[in-house]
T-cell receptor, first 113, second 114 residues
């Protein structure tokens, strides 16, 4: 069984640029959730994708967007990067059963200069 | 709205002593509670969860947690701590009536000294 993988591991961008982060879900999982973890804080929910559609969204602006593909992998896109976007971005996969556990990938560390 | 509070930023214990990490929660519906652990520069690793049933839940690496509905708490415990348990621990809650997101506490840093 393959766990959740994310790429890239680290990324450095400058303010105003755009970034795409990628996530491959764990085998057998059809739901992907994205979280932002700023330094010294707990993860904050960005959004969730199920059946290639956004299924719920946290308190993040529209410049945070995502996609889910037929193989259940997912992308997080952030436009017009701001310094405060610097964080660890975590992807979690789960099954759509209502009580299933979310399993997290290792994260992508984004630094915005 | 749902939320989690972890009242202690840091917990320090000696190896071999009991370890407790505190968590209280707030949800409007039925709670679905989790503990995760995070090592430096790593993602979150699942330890255990409570959905329903027995209030004492056993998880990975000898950890357990006790659900207390009247006190809205879900404290993480380990009878005998190891140096390798030193890490950042997060409690999270999901409202079963609001299925899509986990709400995390701010985390508790556990240091186990040899």
């Amino acid at each position: 069984e393959t766990g959740v993988t994310q790429s890239p591991t680290h990324l450095i961008k400058t303010r105003g640029q755009q970034v795409t982060l990628r996530c491959s879900s764990q085998s057998g999982h059809n739901t992907v959730s994205w979280y932002q973890q700023a330094l010294g804080q707990g993860p904050q929910f960005i959004f969730q994708y199920y059946r290639e559609e956004e299924n719920g969204r946290g308190n993040f602006p529209p410049r945070f967007s995502g996609l889910q593909f037929p193989n259940y992998s997912s992308e997080l896109n952030v436009n017009a990067l701001e310094l405060d976007d610097s964080a660890l971005y975590l992807c979690a996969s789960s099954s759509w059963t209502g009580t299933d556990t979310q399993y997290f990938g290792p994260g992508t560390r984004l630094t915005v200069l | 709205a749902q939320s989690v509070a972890q009242p202690e930023d840091q917990v320090n214990v000696a190896e071999g002593n009991p370890l407790t990490v505190k968590c209280t929660y707030s949800v409007s519906g039925n709670p679905y509670l989790f503990w995760y652990v995070q090592y430096p520069n790593r993602g979150l690793q699942f330890l255990l969860k409570y959905i329903t049933g027995d209030n004492l839940v056993k998880g990975s690496y000898g950890f357990e947690a006790e659900f207390n509905k009247s006190q809205t708490s879900f404290h993480l415990k380990k009878p005998s701590a190891l140096v390798s348990d030193s890490a950042l621990y997060f409690c999270a809650v999901r409202d079963l009536n609001n299925d899509y997101k986990l709400s995390f506490g701010a985390g508790t840093t556990v240091t186990v000294r040899a």
